[in-house]
């Protein structure tokens, strides 16, 4: 039997750092993402690519998978994991570590548990917020519930995740507009201008909200046109939380141009990716990044029944 266990990258769709405070979010989880197989050891080891630590070296890596190992009270294991994407940019690279390995260790331990059932998503997603937490200081959870799920999600603090139907499929483009930056650091520095401007956060807490309200009226009801426009707004709130960078920008106004019906960062900015929803093809879009040098590619979301 192949032990090895996938999860989903991700883009959010509307409503990063303002998910940290509670707000609502859509994410749409990618079919790029990570992988992971598990073999009982004496001590915990990891391999990631051509990098590989182990148990007591002090990495991050090593302390994360320690915390999610005890979370699902299993024995030690040498872990191989692969990413079939960037890390640092905003497509949940490292909570789609997280759950691929949780699952891996289940696969690993219990050969006779189902991935897919309510028990074990459970615990998956908990063991995948105990690693999340090693690297994220205030993890709100929706990476790890993208990662764990197919489609898109509507999520929040308080509610969860639930999936959302989708009445057309999302083309999207999506594009690293800039180099790797810290989600724990950019989170910070919301947290670091709600301290010193509560009333700027709020506010944009509150905007986000509805437009994460309307943009899944929009999902539910194929109206694309509309989406690109709250996702366009959605930016728009993100640059006023000192989130986006001049290079972010020049790609979602290069995405307009090229017809996308919105753009917007992913994740937490400051470099990262930028996604891009298109009018139908995304080639027109992507080769105007390519011709600005930008590494690109197309996401279709959805076209079936989340599952
Ligand atoms: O940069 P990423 O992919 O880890 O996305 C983080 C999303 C934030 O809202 C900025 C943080 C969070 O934990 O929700």
Redesign the pocket.
Known sequence: MDRRARAAG?V?LL??????YGAP?LAAALDRGATARAFPAERDRLALGTRSGSEGDGSDPMRALGALRASLGVAPHAVEAELEMPA????????ALGVAIARALVLATEPDAVLGSAAVGARVLAAAAAW?GVF?G??????AAAAASSGCIHFSRAAGSEPVRLERPLPLAVAVAGPP?S?RE??AS?ARLRARRPEIVDKAVSGVTALVNNARLCLEAGDLTGLGKLMDLNQMLLSGLM?STESIERACDAARRAGALGAKL????GG?CVVALADGDPEPILATWRADGLACFAATVGGAEPA
Do not use: F, P, R
């Open positions: 991700k959010i409503g990063e750092h303002a998910v940290v979010a640092g940019s905003g497509l949940g690279a490292s909570a999340e994220h205030n993890a709100s959870g929706v990476d930056a989600t950019m989170v919301v989130v992913t994740g937490a900015g990262g």
